[in-house]
Nanobody, 114 residues
């Protein structure tokens, strides 16, 4: 399975971006799709994830500002990011966790200017 992420870019603080990540094929069975991010000099961290059934989990730092969703028919996960802050600047990675394997996308840069 290949994951293709898109939607990153440069935005001013307070602005919005929407990330998308499409899997190259459907995955049989339950799985998790999510977004992680890694800022320079920091470890990769979970931003948000969503189950096949639509249950979500967010990091405390993005609760109330980011919304994750998925379209199972399109094998796609989205991350709507509102009220962006400079500390949200990072490379964002799409992730797919299945029973057998974990897959990562190539990463997309999000830069928030103050």
């Amino acid at each position: 399975v290949q994951l293709q992420a898109s939607g990153g870019g440069l935005v001013q603080a307070g602005g919005s971006l929407r990330l998308s990540c499409a899997a190259s094929r459907g995955i049989f069975g339950s799985n998790l799709m999510g977004w992680y991010r890694q800022a320079p000099g920091k470890q990769r961290e979970l931003v948000a994830r969503v189950t096949t059934g639509g249950s979500t989990k967010y990091s405390d730092s993005v609760k109330g500002r980011f919304t994750i969703s998925r379209d199972n028919a399109k094998n796609t996960v989205y991350l709507q990011m509102n009220s962006l802050k400079p500390e949200d600047t990072a490379v964002y990675y799409c992730n797919l966790d299945t029973v057998r394997m974990t897959y990562w996308g190539q990463g997309t840069q999000v830069t928030v200017s103050s």
